[in-house]
């Protein structure tokens, strides 16, 4: 499956993006879907996870409360709504897919990665 990530850009603090990604070339509704990020000189970390019916949805502690995760079967298509975010939040987001349950694949178990959109918080 391809996915193409979208949405990024620079936003002030305590604004808001939605980022979208595009999956194609597969089932869609048969992959775990997730957000993850990576900051200048840190390592890619979980942000936001979808299980494949879109049933349960689980979050890093640091975006809880503050970003939903979405998907639309129908469309192939998976958002990142963000809001309140802050300068801590800037980073390059990926999309990512999994053929695992959503609880193996948020956990290291995503199997496709799409090019990441760069979003920038300023302060």
């Known amino acids: 499956v391809q996915l193409q990530a979208s949405g990024g850009g620079l936003v002030q603090a305590g604004g808001s993006l939605r980022l979208s990604c595009a999956a194609s070339g597969g089932t869609f509704s048969s992959y775990s879907m997730g957000w993850f990020r990576q900051a200048p000189g840190k390592e890619r970390e979980f942000v936001a996870a979808?299980?494949?019916?879109?049933?349960?949805?689980y979050y890093a502690d640091s975006v809880k409360g503050r970003f939903t995760i979405s998907r639309d079967n129908a469309k192939n298509m998976v958002y990142l709504q963000m809001n309140s975010l802050k300068p801590e939040d800037t980073a390059v987001y990926y999309c990512?897919?999994?053929?695992?349950?959503?609880?193996?694949?948020?956990?290291?178990?995503?199997?496709?990665w799409g090019k990441g959109t760069l979003v920038t918080v300023s302060s």
């Open positions: 990512a897919a999994g053929v695992s349950a959503v609880v193996v694949a948020m956990v290291g178990g995503m199997d496709y």
């Open positions: 979808i299980s494949k019916s879109g049933g349960s949805t």
